[in-house]
């Protein structure tokens, strides 16, 4: 397993942006599928966004094609979440993942990972 610290949440705007980071404890964020999660209040926690391989090698949640974008610092091994034209409906704790990977395989289920880091809060208001 890797430790994941999560920062950058807090209260915006709709239509405004936000930038999430996901650090790494030292590893090597290219031997990993690193993930974005969120989870609401009394929902499941669902898949946002996630990267592997290689910085073009990325998907999305529908519900955020267009408005999110996950990019990676190889150099400072930390992973990132852009948070375009936010919606009061992205408000949740917003969850970084990791496992292991050595292939371009774009792991979207929760239970497939094995780190997570402790969740930041995003909160976009009306």
């Known amino acids: 397993q890797v430790q994941l610290v999560e920062s950058g949440g807090g209260l915006v705007q709709a239509g405004g942006s936000l930038r999430l980071s996901c650090a790494t404890s030292?590893?090597?964020?290219?031997?990993?599928?690193m993930g974005w999660f969120r989870q609401a209040p009394g929902k499941e926690r669902e898949f946002v966004a996630v990267i592997s391989w290689s910085p073009s090698n990325t998907d999305y949640a529908d519900s955020v094609k267009g408005r999110f974008r996950i990019t990676v610092d190889n150099a400072k091994n930390t992973v990132y979440l852009e948070m375009n034209s936010l919606k009061p409906e992205d408000t949740a704790v917003y969850y970084c993942?990791?496992?292991?990977?050595?292939?371009?395989?774009?792991?979207?289920?929760?239970?497939?990972?094995?780190?997570w880091g402790q969740g930041t809060q995003v909160t976009v208001s009306s």
């Open positions: 030292g590893r090597t964020v290219t031997n990993y599928a």
């Open positions: 993942a990791a496992r292991p990977s050595a292939t371009r395989v774009l792991y979207n289920r929760a239970l497939l990972y094995d780190s």
